[in-house]
């Protein structure tokens, strides 16, 4: 129960202020301390610091497991030094993580799409962060594993 509150907290400082959001569109972002939650609350995606590190990195976790271990992280190779991470969809329509600078990116998904503008990242019930443009998958978080293996990833060799 006060897990849940405090993801209701986080939950409100995503703009713009709406329940549970699940996903970001182009003209949306996600900062430190905003949160996505998976439509049925399973995952959550967030900027999290391990410990007292001041390096911070995006995850995703369950939701409502209490000790939270990161499932995936996107900049795992390349951490955010500060709180002022930001990941976006760029104006080609990929996934990035800026710092605070916003001049280059410290992360990327190295996704170009034809129509930016009808992109949206998505964190599903699976756990999967998944980058749609007009409804087709064109990246996916579960094709860049970390050390958790998540029931319907895959594992195989790229002959």
């Known amino acids: 129960m006060v897990y849940d509150h405090c993801i209701a907290h986080l939950s409100a400082s995503l703009s713009p202020p709406l329940h549970f959001l699940d996903s970001i569109t182009p003209n949306q972002t996600i900062k430190d301390g905003d949160v996505l939650v998976s439509s049925r609350k399973l995952f959550v995606l967030r900027f999290f610091s391990p410990g007292n590190s001041g390096k911070s990195y995006v995850g995703v976790w369950y939701n409502k497991v209490p000790e939270r271990t990161s499932v995936w992280v996107a900049n795992r190779d390349n951490h955010v030094n500060d709180s002022f991470g930001l990941l976006v969809i760029?104006?080609?329509?990929?996934?990035?993580?800026?710092?605070?600078?916003?001049?280059?990116?410290?992360?990327?998904?190295?996704?170009?799409?034809?129509?930016?503008?009808?992109?949206?990242?998505?964190?599903?019930?699976?756990?999967n962060f998944v980058l749609f443009e007009n409804g087709?998958?064109?990246?996916?978080?579960?094709?860049?594993?970390?050390?958790?293996?998540?029931?319907?990833?895959?594992?195989?060799l790229n002959r």
């Open 90 to 127: 760029d104006a080609d329509g990929g996934l990035v993580i800026y710092g605070k600078d916003r001049k280059l990116p410290l992360w990327s998904a190295n996704v170009t799409l034809s129509s930016p503008k009808n992109s949206v990242a998505k964190l599903l019930d699976t756990g």
């Open 136 to 156: 087709r998958s064109l990246w996916e978080g579960f094709d860049y594993p970390s050390n958790t293996m998540l029931p319907l990833m895959k594992i195989g």
